[in-house]
């Protein structure tokens, strides 16, 4: 629907006139193409991304990731190396062909919770730095005040953030994934297992991101003071999985330790490599606790974005 | 001409707080300056007007269409007052990803960003990264941003803080062409005088209500009812009040310490003109000449002074 124009200074413009031409001084609105505001996420991201590349602290924490892909692929290389050579040899217990399906089995395995483990610290400062902070800066800076003057919604605005505080863990995870099961591929497996592994890992990849993300711009949504919201995940994250471990161990209750923010996806990796230890209900903590996390973080970072005006009265 | 702009009975709450109090106002095309002490609610209209704010009470209309509406917001400009933002992004960076956010495509945006930054006067400056920028180069950034979509309604919140004169007399210059090309610019100030230089339209709040609302000269005659207020600050301040109780434009004076004499008139361009000469004529030195009333917390004060006197 066209919106009216508001009075403007007319042109008077006969190029055949002698007498003349009057040009109008008056701005011309723009009457192109517009990109619909389902872009404005992806807009938010991108810019964030560059942005967060800028930083001291992203580029340690990149630096930290790719040493420790480079540590871990050496790892996974001797151990899979081993039982490759040792079944080639005829050598234990079982028989050559045996232990070689085994190790091919674990060794996918292994792709997947190497993966999550090798970069379980610079994803978790990575995701402190460029997520914990993200929204608790924006509110301190006031840039709601640019994004929501224009068509932006809160909700466009929290996906955009979301992907820019996952975005560069999921690039070091991403590639980790690739180097592992290429790795992977090399030594023992088929490409179909090896494709099953990429598969599953990036699931698991997908998990946890999405899940240290949310909880990540849950807390930032809640304070104005970057420091506060980062020293709150981290407090999540590391005093929920203490205090998780403590009470199963005490209950003896093996799926209490599942409920933190870590163990969750763990539990859930655990059962894609059909190696939990979980069974009947207790199966589906995990899950729920996954699910719990990451849906309830997102609805309050989206319930306090959409009162974010009360926060700056 | 028909308002561009209207607000129908507004008031918002910050909990027990009083931001807007039943405001009612029609903003037409051109500029109008929006002025008001810290606090009277200067930001909180602007903040109605961008739908960053809902009101509590009472409803905002851009063209017709009540706010919030995206399609309103891809004709309207902004430029807050914070100075702080996306300090790791270039100039150029910073509008461009806000023209995107416009709904423009990435080169139109990058392009219009580098058109944009020349004409706010940041050509050689633009690809510096934010955190670099000085106070003023952040005015012209926010000033860049909220004008690169070509917008119908610009509104400008506090734009002259922490410009120097030139870049002051620079940013007048600019928000005077704003208007001259036929857009609606709503500029908030505190500072009566700059927004003297750039409109005669002008909104005046008060302590969240709206307090008067016209053509500039037409209040301050109003308050030209009330005597100006005029120090000086001279060592011999008896001789200079000799001298001056034989004007008929003092209405008033009264000595304030040793050095100072405080002069009530109510034809203050006259006695302006006329204290140098007589301060001259007299061999008194004249050491300061300044208005202590001459700001809008002095006109405030004439109008709610004014206002309580109807009342009783």
Known sequence: MALPSPDRPTTTADPKSPAGVVHSLAYTRYAGARRSPAFAPLVIARYALMAQLRQRGVKVALLLGLVSLAVCAAILGAKWSLPTMAASAGFGELGGAGQLARAVRDGEADVLVWALRAQILPTFLLTLWCGAGAVSADLMAGAFQFHFSRPVSPGGYLAGRVVSASGWALCLSAVTLLVFSVERLAFQSTPLGAARALGLGAVAVLLELSSLAAVALGVSSLTRRKGLAQAMFAAIAFAGWVLCHSLGALLGKEWVKSLDLISCVDGVVAQLNHQSTLHGGAAFVPALAWLGWTAGALALAAWQLSRAEVNRG | ?312
């Open chain 2, 1 to 312: 001409m028909s308002a561009v702009l209207e607000f129908v009975g507004v008031s918002k709450w910050y909990g027990p707080v009083l931001g807007l109090r039943d405001v009612t106002l029609q903003v037409a095309q051109g500029i109008t300056g929006l002025l008001g002490p810290n606090g009277a609610g200067k930001s909180t209209l602007l903040k109605c007007m961008t739908g960053e704010i809902t009101p509590s009470r009472g409803e905002v209309r851009m063209f017709g269409r009540r706010v919030p509406d995206p399609e309103v917001f891809r004709r309207l400009g902004y430029a807050p007052e914070i100075e702080v933002f996306f300090e790791e992004l270039t100039g150029r960076e910073f509008v461009a990803h806000l023209a995107e956010l416009s709904g423009f495509g990435r080169a139109d945006a990058d392009a219009r960003a580098a058109k944009v930054m020349q004409r706010v006067g940041l050509e050689t400056a633009m690809n510096r990264r934010v955190s670099t920028y000085s106070k003023g180069m952040r005015q012209r950034t926010k000033l860049a941003q909220a004008i690169l979509h070509e917008p119908d309604v610009v509104l400008l919140d506090e734009p002259m803080t922490g410009l120097d004169p030139v870049g002051r007399a620079q940013m007048v210059a600019l928000i005077q062409s704003l208007g001259a090309e036929g857009r609606t610019v709503v500029v908030s100030s505190h500072i009566l005088d700059e927004v003297e230089l750039m409109t005669r339209e002008i909104v005046v709040l008060y302590q969240g209500q709206l307090l008067a609302q016209g053509d500039l000269h037409a209040i301050r005659g109003l308050i030209d009812r009330h005597p100006h207020h005029i120090a000086l600050r001279t060592p011999k301040p008896r001789e200079l009040a000799a001298a001056l109780a034989r004007e008929p434009f003092v209405a008033a004076l009264r000595f304030e310490g040793d050095d100072q004499l405080m002069v009530e008139t109510r034809e203050p361009d006259r006695c302006y003109s006329a204290v140098p000469r007589l301060a001259k004529e007299h061999g008194v030195p004249l050491l300061a000449l300044t208005s202590p009333d001459d700001n809008l917390a002095a006109v405030f004060r004439y109008l709610t002074l004014g206002a309580r006197g109807g009342a009783a």
